[in-house]
């Protein structure tokens, strides 16, 4: 067993899984996709909905995927994604602190993600049973790209004018997160 990888898979897995759950059926303290549609809304993300449930998506599947260690490159691409899509989104104009809102949380995520694609995940695993050739410098750079083209394309203007008419039907979603006083919102909604 390797205690680093384990590490990653153990703990950025499962919170994913969770972190994604929140955001689809408002388990753990979420707000579910309409009060996350609306947030995401309010952050120029349109249609909300669409992007929330496309964000709890990739966040639940990549977190399963990265926990069981199963096509680990395709898991560390979702979760790159989303992060990529936070940093762009919400964070990038807030310089790199957390404090005050800034993206160094979303930017650890993603170098833990391209460090588990390229390393594998080790033992046990499903990739280390089934696909033992799955992994290396060449899987994890294939994995950031994807990661930073998915967030590209799922907010890309054309797409989202084609999804159109559902725009409007979440940003004033009862329980909007993003309606918070404050001007800050909790870390779970934060990233996207």
Avoid: C
Wanted: aromatic share 6%.
């Amino acid at each position: 067993m390797h205690l680093g990888r384990a590490a990653i898979r153990g703990v950025v897995g499962p919170l994913f899984i969770g972190h994604g759950t929140q955001k689809l059926f408002g388990w753990f303290g979420g707000h579910g996709v309409e009060g996350t549609g609306g947030a995401f809304e309010s952050m120029g993300l349109k249609p909300g909905r669409r992007h929330a449930i496309a964000a709890g998506a990739s966040e639940a599947v990549g977190g399963a995927l990265v926990a069981t260690g199963a096509l680990t490159p395709v898991g560390a691409a979702m979760i790159t994604g989303t992060m990529v899509t936070a940093i762009r989104k919400m964070h990038g104009s807030n310089g790199p602190w957390v404090t005050e809102g800034g993206w160094e949380y979303p930017a650890v995520l993603i170098g833990a993600m391209v460090a588990i694609a390229e390393e594998g995940p080790g033992s046990p695993s499903v990739d280390a049973k089934w696909l033992p050739g799955f992994k290396g410098t060449g899987w994890a750079l294939l994995a950031l790209a994807a990661g930073v083209a998915g967030s590209y394309l799922a907010t890309s203007k054309p797409l989202n004018e084609a999804a159109g008419a559902d725009s409007d039907d979440t940003a004033d979603a009862v329980g909007d997160p993003a309606a918070a006083s404050n001007g800050h919102r909790e870390p779970e909604l934060a990233s996207a």
